[in-house]
Structures are given as C-alpha cells and as structure tokens.
T-cell receptor
C-alpha cells in the first residue's frame, strides 16, 4: 500500500533556484493539499486541489505554484527559493467530506534554502 | 472560520504516568475532529477521529479522546505512557469546504524514564 508518496525526502537549494516537490497518491482521492510545517506553527495550508484541473490558494501561497493534471499527482513548485521557505513540506490527500474521510499524509520533504 | 488551539506547546511526562493533551476548536457546524501523531522525522499518522455518536472515541496505541461540545474541546488521553509515545501530537478539524483541514500548532511530548 503506497498511499501518499513524496519525493525527494531531503533537498538543499540555493537562494533563487527553482524546484518541484513531487506528490502522488494511489487511493483515487479527490482532494489533495500541500502544507508546510514550521516549529510552533503547526501545519499551514499552502495550496489545495479538489480534482484534476482545479486548484486554489491556502493560507500561505506566496512563492509557490501548483497544478493538477491528473487525479494522482499534485506537484508543488518553488519559483525562486528564499530562506523563508526552509521548512518541512507535507502532501496530503483525502476522499472528501463524509464520515469516512481523513487526511492521509506523505512522509514529508525537508527543504533547506541557503 | 474554523480554528484549533492546542494550549500546551510542550509536555513532559514520566513513563507509566497518564497523559492528557488539550485541544479546543472553533467551528460553525458539527465538527469532524482528529488527532494525529508525528514521530521524529516521520509523517503524520492518524490516532483517532470523531464524527458523531459516542463522545468517547478509542484510537490506536491505547489512546482515547473525549468530545465535549459545551467546552468545544477534544482532549486526548492515555492512561499509561510508554517511551515510544514521545512525539508531536496534532489536533485537527475538518474537512471544511473543499476538503480543507485546520491543524493546531502541536504539542511536543517528552517521556522521561
């Protein structure tokens, strides 16, 4: 059972570089989202998607882009990395509203911007 | 707007002692509530969830949580902690519109011998 798979697990970037964090889920979930985790701030929502071709901004979207061309994949792009984007990034998916839903998380990507 | 507050940033507990983690929420409708645990360097694992019905919910690893609507609380408890329970714990509410979840800031639990 793969669940939610994130790559890479670790990444170091120089300021100004760009990169894409990959996220894939094999549960046919409609909803996918990206969070960043910073000490003392819990998880903050960056972007989310309610299905292929539909995305929207969360709480902290600046500096990030997303797209969702398939149900399975939801990559997060850092356009021009800044030290403030040093964080742990989690991708999550869920089946939507209802009594059986919960968020399933990937293992996270630890990003350092120097 | 939905929000989640975890008043305790850090808790230290002795192995074998009981543990209670607090969670207060603000939500416009009947909330769906969750507790997740994050071990060091790992992702988030669901401990338990509440949707409706019995207000005392049993989860994995010996954890339970009680929903109290009058207090807008969903506190997590374990009668006797093990060293392996050292981790960060997150309370969450949702999913709201478009499948979004709101997380608390987390409580770091340290277990001493």
């Amino acid at each position: 059972n793969a669940g939610v798979t994130q790559t890479p697990k670790f990444q170091v970037l120089k300021t100004g570089q760009s990169m894409t964090l990959q996220c894939a889920q094999d549960m046919n979930h409609e909803y996918m989202s990206w969070y960043r985790q910073d000490p003392g701030m819990g998880l903050r929502l960056i972007h989310y998607s309610v299905g292929a071709g539909i995305t929207d901004q969360g709480e902290v979207p600046n500096g990030y882009n997303v797209s969702r061309s398939t149900t399975e994949d939801f990559p997060l792009r850092l356009l021009s990395a800044a030290p403030s984007q040093t964080s742990v990034y989690f991708c999550a998916s869920s089946s939507g509203q209802g009594a059986l839903t919960e968020a399933f998380f990937g293992q996270g990507t630890r990003l350092t911007v120097v | 707007a939905q929000s989640v507050t975890q008043p305790d940033i850090h808790i230290t507990v002795s192995e074998g002692a009981s543990l209670e983690l607090r969670c207060n929420y603000s939500y416009g409708a009947t909330p769906y509530l969750f507790w997740y645990v994050q071990s060091p360097g790992q992702g988030l694992q669901l401990l338990l969830k509440y949707f409706s019905g019995d207000t005392l919910v049993q989860g994995i690893k010996g954890f339970e949580a009680e929903f109290k609507r009058s207090q807008s609380s969903f506190n997590l408890r374990k009668p006797s902690v093990h060293w392996s329970d050292a981790a960060e714990y997150f309370c969450a509410v949702g999913p709201g519109s478009w499948g979004k979840f709101q997380f608390g800031a987390g409580t770091q639990v340290v277990v001493t011998p």
